[in-house]
Structure formats: C-alpha cells, structure tokens
C-alpha cells in the first residue's frame, strides 16, 4: 500500500509582499497626511475651498521641486545646504537682466543656466577637489547670498514682465496650478530614474558603500557631479517659480528653504547617511509639510513658531531611528 503523497504549504508572497507595503514608512506617512488633512478641514471653514487647497501647493511646491535633486545627492551620502543661496543669487540676476528689458524667455534661461552653474561649481569643488560636501556648501550658501546682498543691499528688483507671473501665479487646468503640476511631473521622472535606472541603482550603491562600489566600477565622481548639477538645477527652476509668484526680488528671498527641504528628504525616509530612501516618500512628506505649515498659516500662527516647528521636525526624524535602536538593543540585553 503506497504512502499518502506529502502536503506542503507554499509560502503566499502576495501576502508577504502585502504585509511589507501596510508596515512600511511610506503607509506611515499616508496615514499622517490624511490624518492632518482631516484635522485641518475641522480646525478651519476655508480649508477645504478649492482654492484653498490649490493656494496649499503653492506652498510647498518649490521646496518639494529641490527636495526631489536633494534626496538623490543624500541617498549617495552628500549634501547641499546652499541650495536657498543659490535661489537667491539666481533671482537676483534675473532681477537684474529684468531692469535692462529681458523678456520672460530670457529671464528664464538666466534662471535655469545660474542654478545650474552653482551646482556645477558645488561639484567641482567637491568631487574635483576632494572637498567635503557639507563644508563646501556652507562656504557657497554664505558665498551666493553675499554676492546677493552685495548687488541688491537693502533694494529690491521689482518691474518683471506680466507674462513672467505665470509661471508662480498661473494655472494649467481649473484650480491646478502651473507649480503643482510641474512637481507632479518632475516626481515622475526623479522617481524613474532612481528605482528604474541603472544610474538610480549605482546611486544606491554609492550610498551604502562608495569604495564597493569604485571598485565595481561605478563612475563615483562623475555621478556625484552630474547629482550637485542638478541640485542646482532645481534650485534655480524653484527660483523662477519663487520670484514669479512674488513679482519681486531680495537678498533676502527664500531664507530657510534649505532647511525646509532636507526635512522633506528625511521625513520622506531617505537616510541623512545615505544609501536607502524612495522618491514615494519624498513626495508623501512635501504633502505633509504643505498640509502642516498651510494649515497652521489659517490659524494665523506666526511664521517663527512654523520655524520652530520645522526645526523640531529635523530633530525628532533624525533621532527616532538611532533612539529605536538604542532602545532595541536595551531590550535584548
């Protein structure tokens, strides 16, 4: 008589695959975001007006269009704290090609080509010169501000052509406006070309382990280049968006913003020591910083308290994961 045949249960991936998307950081932030949504359509009447709603993109578009080349350059374990100096130096010689009657085609090649020469020079210094990242850039953001306020002082370039509005005033489609939608659109390709390309997989590579991945092969330098070219390429695209919606420049425009985006960044779960994060999450965490500091901005909380905010933000995000873990290896032992 022959043996009953063996019954093997074979493991469902589906849902394993299921399991790990419900526990991941990017379900987290879904559940923050809609969560705030709802607390802000009860805090405030206006919240929930289209308008409304379309003014909130206004309010963390920019930021976010940096936060998108910013997650890229910290995944491979650099960074670029000059990223508001460099929307302020490009805004300024917008500004001042403006005063000599540059057309908004003009004006937007200026915009585009000054950005992305500060990003090249932030490049060159550190992949060409060997520099550490986070120093260089702190001498570049005190470098192009200053070169601001040296040309502007305490004046501001006013007298843009009306066309120039569009870009940070106008709208595409009903209530989407021309800011949103080219975020929308820049996420899609940031996102292809991080988890879909052999060039966002050697960005990885360098993250987790830049000798490994030199000695593989990897051209390190040259996509560390090519990473702070277009950090400062966003920078200056955010920087036409910027003086567009505001219709003016000052030395001072965009102060903070730097610090608005790398928050962005980790928040998102990118790791501030490189190696791991998805552009999902940087997106997720631009909503929620735009649905927090635009909810707070109805219930006419001050802009410093915002600040504060923010900063605490930084803080907590950064050491929730080394406080975990700490607190893990107390548990074990």
């Not at 493991?11 to 809609?34: C, G, H, N, Q, Y």
């Not at 050491?319 to 700490?326: H, N």
Request: charged fraction near 10%; include cysteine.
């Amino acid at each position: 008589m022959s043996a009953a045949p063996t019954v093997r249960h074979i493991p469902d991936r589906l849902d394993k695959a299921l399991t790990s998307i419900l526990l991941s950081w990017e379900s987290l932030l879904v559940l923050v975001a809609v969560a705030i949504f709802i607390a802000n359509s009860l805090a405030s009447p206006y919240f929930l007006d289209a308008y409304a709603l379309s003014d909130l993109t206004f309010n963390f578009a920019e930021k976010a269009l940096i936060a998108l080349a910013m997650a890229l350059l910290i995944i491979s374990g650099e960074i670029d704290l000059s990223v508001a100096a460099t929307m302020a130096l490009t805004s300024t010689l917008m500004g001042f090609a403006a005063q000599f009657g540059v057309g908004t085609f003009g004006l937007v090649i200026i915009g585009i080509a000054v950005g992305l020469a500060c990003g090249v020079f932030n490049g060159f210094l550190v992949t060409g010169l060997g520099l550490p990242s986070i120093v260089v850039t702190i001498g570049t953001m005190s470098l192009f501000r200053g070169v601001s306020f040296i040309i502007l002082g305490d004046q501001a370039y006013k007298g843009y052509p009306e066309s120039f509005a569009f870009f940070g005033q106008g709208y595409v489609w009903g209530v989407i406006s021309f800011e949103f939608a080219l975020f929308l659109v820049a996420a899609v390709i940031y996102w292809f070309l991080l988890h879909r390309t052999n060039f966002g997989r050697r960005i990885f590579a360098i993250g987790n382990n830049q000798v490994t991945a030199q000695f593989s092969g990897v051209r390190v330098k040259r996509i560390k280049f090519i990473l702070f070219c277009l950090t400062g390429l966003m920078a200056g695209i955010a920087s036409i968006l910027l003086t567009s919606r505001l219709g003016s420049t000052r030395p001072s425009i965009a102060q903070g913003y730097e610090l608005e985006a790398i928050t962005m960044v980790v928040l998102g779960g990118v790791s501030i020591l490189g190696g791991a994060g998805s552009i999902i999450g940087v997106v997720l965490a631009a909503f929620i910083m735009g649905l927090v500091t635009f909810g707070l901005g109805l219930l006419n909380v001050p802009g410093i308290v915002m600040s504060i905010f923010i900063g605490l933000l930084l803080i907590i995000i950064i050491a929730l994961p080394i406080l975990w873990r700490r607190f893990g290896w107390l548990i074990k032992a």
